[in-house]
């Protein structure tokens, strides 16, 4: 879905620019390979400038970029239309802190996609957070693709903690560490009580 949101914004939003970022670059090609097979299955309705492994520049301006999972590697755009970062949970927060700003001027589109991967990290803390971000989640009991038979086979094979956050969104705490999040997060507070000396 997010690759033909992609291909629709560069053909029709003349001169955006679409980043795709992932934690690794091969990651990133892989979404971008789904653009350009949306592309080519269009049948190219804005002619090419330039097509390559990581980049498809079109003759109105449009551009999708694939971007390799490093913070400095990533610096240097600015307008951006549409930000992905797909496997969000495993982009770290230095990362996506550094991509915000280039949507400051654009008023662009940040879509972020991802199953969970612990109860720490900039996706946890914004999927829970009271920021105004719409949130879907949709576990793979409700994918028609996915049978019931193959689920129950992937709950035994991997074990409740993985499959828990990999087929059905769930946020769970790390099987060592010795407190939960709920655990550690009610240890601190906010409010400042007056000591008399």
């Known amino acids: ?28 090609q892989e979404l ?8 080519r299955i269009a049948d190219k309705p804005v002619s090419p400038e330039s097509e390559t492994a990581l980049t498809l ?3 109105n ?22 930000l992905v970062v797909d496997e969000a949970a495993r982009v770290p927060s230095d990362l996506y802190a550094s991509v915000r700003p280039m949507l400051a001027v ?10 969970p991967f612990g109860t720490r990290g900039w996706w ?16 793979a009991t409700e994918v028609p693709r996915i049978g019931p038979a ?3 086979e992937e709950c035994r094979t991997l074990g409740s903690w993985w499959f ?11 099987q060592t560490q010795a407190f939960t999040r709920e655990e550690v997060d009610k240890a601190f507070t906010e409010e400042v009580e007056a000591w008399a000396l």
């Open 1 to 28: 879905m997010v690759a033909l949101l992609s291909v629709h914004t560069a053909l029709m939003e003349p001169k955006s620019l679409v980043l795709l970022l992932s934690p690794t670059l091969r990651q990133s």
């Open 32 to 39: 971008f390979k789904k653009c350009l097979s949306l592309y």
């Open 57 to 59: 520049t079109l003759e």
């Open 61 to 82: 301006g449009s551009r999708i970029i694939s971007l390799p999972g490093k913070e400095h590697a990533v610096r240097g755009f600015s307008a951006v239309r549409l």
């Open 106 to 115: 654009s008023g662009g589109r940040l879509i972020a996609l991802s199953t």
């Open 124 to 139: 946890y803390e914004a999927w829970h957070s009271a920021e105004p971000w719409e949130r879907y989640e949709v576990p």
């Open 150 to 152: 193959f689920l129950e």
């Open 164 to 174: 828990e956050q990999e087929y059905m969104c769930r946020f769970l705490d790390a």
